[in-house]
């Protein structure tokens, strides 16, 4: 089993939709969970980083923790064009030093 | 300066070459990492050093090579590379403790040709 498990996509959402990434991971230790945005060709950029199950909101992103189900969500409300990206999910355990990656969701906004 | 800078931004390098990539970090950081991200693939972590002392090292090729002089400062030298080393390398940087970010620098495109 793979540490951390995204849908590879492409994930397409019209313009102004909500769109919805998802993520699990394996290590029930893990204590720290954060969404990158990856532009091709460039490197990731830090979106979101959430630490206590429920919603954290951040404009027109939220992020969901659910650590019962090892699971980390982002929504993208009023999703733009300039959205689509590949998104990361990283999970991190408190007292290492790892930051585990997805392989990352692209997602394509149509305008 | 303001958060992690890589040098350089491109590299193309022959088999039999010797380079160094560069990571400098403005942040007041005390870990820095070194991840290979290649196509397909997830970021795979390759070096981490906190507070100068390595402290992580996953199997990586001894023609791989880190350096980290201060807690500012990163290197990776790269000795006698094959193709499948051509990847986007990137170095990204936290405070150690905690719940804390990673943040990363721009990545420097490797070609091994």
């Known amino acids: 089993q793979k540490e951390v498990e995204q849908n590879s996509g492409p994930l397409s959402v019209p313009e102004g939709a909500i769109a919805s990434l998802n993520c699990t991971y394996s290590d029930r230790g893990s204590q720290s969970f954060f969404w990158y945005r990856q532009y091709s060709g460039k490197s990731p950029e830090l979106i979101m980083s959430?630490?206590?199950?429920g919603d954290k909101e951040d404009g027109r992103f939220t992020a969901q923790l659910n650590k019962a189900s090892q699971y980390v969500s982002l929504l993208i409300r009023d999703s733009q064009p300039s959205d689509s990206a590949t998104y990361l999910c990283a999970v991190k355990t408190s007292g290492t030093y790892k930051y585990i990656f997805g392989t990352g969701t692209r997602l394509k906004v149509l305008a | 300066e303001t958060g992690v800078t890589q040098t350089p931004r491109h590299l193309v390098m022959g088999m039999t070459n010797k380079k160094s990539l560069k990571c400098e970090q403005h942040l007041g950081h005390n870990a820095m990492y070194w991840y290979k991200q290649s196509a397909k693939k997830p970021l795979e972590l390759m070096f981490v050093?906190?507070?100068?002392?390595?402290?992580e090292n996953n199997s990586v090729p001894s023609r791989f090579s880190p350096e980290c002089p201060n807690s500012s400062h990163l290197f990776l030298h790269l000795h006698t590379l094959q193709p499948e080393d051509s990847a986007l390398y990137l170095c990204?940087?936290?405070?150690?403790?905690?719940?804390?970010?990673?943040?990363f620098g721009q990545g420097t495109r490797l070609t091994v040709v």
């Open positions: 959430i630490y206590s199950n």
């Open positions: 990204a940087s936290s405070l150690q403790g905690g719940f804390t970010e990673a943040f």
């Open positions: 050093y906190s507070l100068e002392e390595r402290v």
